[in-house]
């Protein structure tokens, strides 16, 4: 069973998904803290004028949401962010190849008013695997799995209830995880080698590191063939 264990992100880039393309089972990892200045509620887009942040508004004010589950961060309701979103999409992309072909997707998730944040890009994201043509990866969150511990014991935790055998993890995990306790739980550590091909993209210079949307919008069904290093 090889998992991948995620905190939930909003549109995220192409890694992401390359991640979820390779697990059995993809867990949203979304009772550990928020992060404020992370992926969480926010990424970027390419626009004619540079690249250009999408960032979903929530409840933070006074509060100090590091301290607060991601699951429980909630979406500012008095703000048209997501009418905003849609339209700064559609300014940006609307010469795209696929954006007509992805549109009724856009609209329907944008249309939608949810309370919490998690529940928002969870749900987007399970969608935009599918439209990848990502069919066979399970998703679970972390908050129904109950784990115990911290940090690497906590990831462990995870593991075996999901009866994992296989995980995989990024890169930027190896100054803090502990490959010592995965060896001893009998499940084996992979990590991940971030190295694609270009796609074409109507703003150059090229950049790997935008949203998945850049990728479907511009490439549509043949998107997931550039998840692959031989793709010309």
């Given amino acids: 069973m090889k998992v991948v264990i995620l905190q939930p992100s909003y549109i995220p ?8 393309r390779k697990a059995d089972l993809f867990i949203f990892y979304d009772d550990v803290q928020y992060d404020k200045h992370g992926w969480r509620n926010r990424n970027q ?5 540079g690249k250009q942040w999408l960032t979903i508004p929530v409840h933070s004010r006074g509060v100090q949401v590091e301290k ?20 700064t999409l ?7 190849p ?29 969608a935009l695997a599918r439209e990848l043509g990502i069919q066979h990866t399970r998703f679970e969150r972390s908050s ?19 009866g ?18 995965f060896a001893e739980a009998g499940i084996t550590l992979e990590y991940m080698e ?3 091909p270009e796609y074409p993209q109507l703003y150059p210079p090229y950049d790997p590191f935008v949203s998945i949307l850049d990728l479907l919008f511009m490439t549509g069904p043949d998107a997931i063939k550039y998840f692959d290093k031989e793709t010309s």
Avoid: M
């Avoid at 880039?13 to 979820?20: K, L, S, V």
């Avoid at 887009?45 to 004028?49: A, C, E």
């Fill in 98 to 126: 696929y954006f007509k072909k992805y549109l009724p997707l856009l609209e329907q998730f944008y249309d939608r008013h949810d309370e919490l944040l998690a529940d928002f890009t969870i749900d987007f994201t399970i």
């Fill in 194 to 196: 971030y190295s694609y």
């Fill in 144 to 162: 129904a799995l109950y784990a115990e511990g911290q940090k690497t014991d906590r990831l462990i935790s995870i593991l075996k209830k999901a």
């Fill in 45 to 49: 887009i390419k626009t004619s004028q």
């Fill in 90 to 96: 559609e300014y940006a992309y609307r010469k795209a």
């Fill in 164 to 181: 994992a055998t296989h995980y995989f993890s990024g890169p930027s995990a190896r100054d803090y995880i502990e490959p010592e306790k």
């Fill in 13 to 20: 880039w192409r890694g992401y998904f390359d991640q979820i």
């Fill in 68 to 87: 607060i589950p991601i699951n429980q961060i909630c979406i500012v309701q008095e703000s048209a962010w997501n009418a905003d979103h849609l339209k």
